[in-house]
């Protein structure tokens, strides 16, 4: 997997503040997207153990309450970041206790196999659906197009 941007304290990608990492790679090419640079797979770094391991101790570093973990991109639920993504989950779920963990994606939940579907497991939230030029809205908050929905997948903590 590849990342286009990491930020170790964000307040803009969900509530409070926040760890968020942009991925690369997102067969979606929404029409008006803010990020294409983050579509091609390869764009960006390469994500290592070094950078998951940093995102963890970002997380639990007690210097700033963050609540959680934003994955963004690109698209999270690409086929190819699903791997890697799940392992990420799966660590500050285990080792991150309290944080949350919210996660943009094109896909809609419906349209996802069952290995995406693993990743969701240890999300908290997801805000679903290609971002929509002729639906966009900069009213809504933590997306982009009304057609977007935020689901929230477990009790807010």
Same mark, same amino acid.
């Given at each position: 997997?590849?990342? !286009?941007?990491?930020?170790?304290? +964000?307040?803009?990608?969900?509530?409070?503040?926040?760890?968020?990492?942009? &991925?690369?790679?997102?067969?979606?090419?929404? #029409?008006?997207? /803010?990020?294409?640079?983050?579509?091609?797979? =390869?764009?960006? !770094? &390469? /994500?290592?153990?070094?950078?998951? +391991?940093?995102?963890?101790?970002?997380?639990? +570093?007690?210097?700033?309450?963050? #609540?959680?973990?934003?994955?963004?991109?690109?698209?999270?639920? $690409?086929?190819?970041?699903?791997?890697?993504?799940?392992?990420?989950?799966? #660590?500050? $779920?285990?080792?991150?206790?309290?944080? =949350?963990?919210?996660?943009?994606?094109?896909?809609?939940?419906?349209?996802?196999? +069952?290995?995406?579907?693993?990743?969701?497991?240890?999300?908290?939230?997801?805000?679903?659906?290609?971002?929509?030029?002729?639906? $966009?809205?900069?009213?809504?908050?933590? #997306?982009?197009?009304?057609?977007?929905?935020? $689901?929230?997948?477990?009790?807010?903590?």
């Amino acid at each position: 997997m590849n990342y !286009h941007n990491y930020y170790p304290v +964000d307040v803009v990608n969900g509530p409070g503040t926040r760890c968020t990492l942009f &991925v690369s790679g997102c067969v979606h090419q929404c #029409r008006g997207c /803010y990020n294409q640079s983050t579509w091609r797979i =390869d764009a960006g !770094h &390469v /994500y290592t153990q070094e950078m998951e +391991d940093q995102i963890i101790a970002d997380l639990n +570093d007690s210097r700033i309450k963050r #609540r959680g973990l934003s994955l963004s991109g690109g698209d999270p639920l $690409h086929p190819a970041n699903v791997p890697a993504i799940l392992q990420l989950v799966q #660590r500050v $779920h285990a080792e991150c206790p309290g944080k =949350d963990i919210w996660l943009w994606s094109g896909y809609r939940l419906e349209e996802l196999d +069952d290995q995406q579907k693993a990743v969701l497991e240890y999300v908290d939230v997801v805000v679903d659906g290609k971002f929509e030029t002729e639906l $966009h809205d900069p009213e809504l908050i933590w #997306r982009g197009s009304s057609n977007q929905v935020i $689901h929230y997948l477990k009790d807010p903590k």
